[in-house]
Nanobody, 119 residues
Framework: QVQLVESGGGLVQAGGSLRLSCAASGIIFSTNPMAWYRQAPGKQRELVARITGGGSTKYGDFVKGRFTISRDDAKKTVYLQMNSLKAEDTAVYYC?????????????WGQGTQVTVSS
C-alpha cells in the first residue's frame, strides 16, 4: 500500500522560507518520479515541481527560481525548499508519486499540507 505523508507546512511571512517533506512507503522509491502540486481555494491543482528517478527536474512557470525540489532515495523522501514566498503561494501543497508501469503512470497523492503566506 502506497503512503505519502507530507510535513513542513505552516504560516510564514512574505519573503520567508519553508521546507516541505514527503515520506513515501510502499513503493520502489528510487526509480519513480515524485512531485509537488498545489491547490489554492477556487483554483485548479497545478504542478509546482517534479523530479524523476534520475534527478531531472521541472518547475511551474511561477516558481521562477524560488523553489527547489530534491529527493533522498535512501530515506524515501522528497523535499520542496521554498524561498522568497509570496502571498499568492498560499495553498494546500500535495505530494505526488508516479508509479511507472509500461506506458502508464499510476498516480498516488498525499493528504496535503497547508502553506499560508501572510503579506
Amino acid at each position: 500500500q502506497v503512503q505519502l505523508v507530507e510535513s513542513g507546512g505552516g504560516l510564514v511571512q512574505a519573503g520567508g522560507s519553508l521546507r516541505l517533506s514527503c515520506a513515501a512507503s510502499g513503493i520502489i522509491f528510487s526509480t519513480n518520479p515524485m512531485a509537488w502540486y498545489r491547490q489554492a481555494p477556487g483554483k485548479q491543482r497545478e504542478l509546482v515541481a517534479r523530479i524523476t528517478g534520475g534527478g531531472s527536474t521541472k518547475y511551474g512557470d511561477f516558481v521562477k527560481g524560488r523553489f527547489t525540489i530534491s529527493r533522498d532515495d535512501a530515506k524515501k523522501t522528497v523535499y520542496l525548499q521554498m524561498n522568497s514566498l509570496k502571498a499568492e503561494d498560499t495553498a494546500v501543497y500535495y505530494c505526488y508519486a508516479g508509479i511507472i508501469s509500461g506506458s502508464l503512470e499510476w498516480q498516488y497523492w498525499g493528504q496535503g499540507t497547508q502553506v499560508t503566506v501572510s503579506s
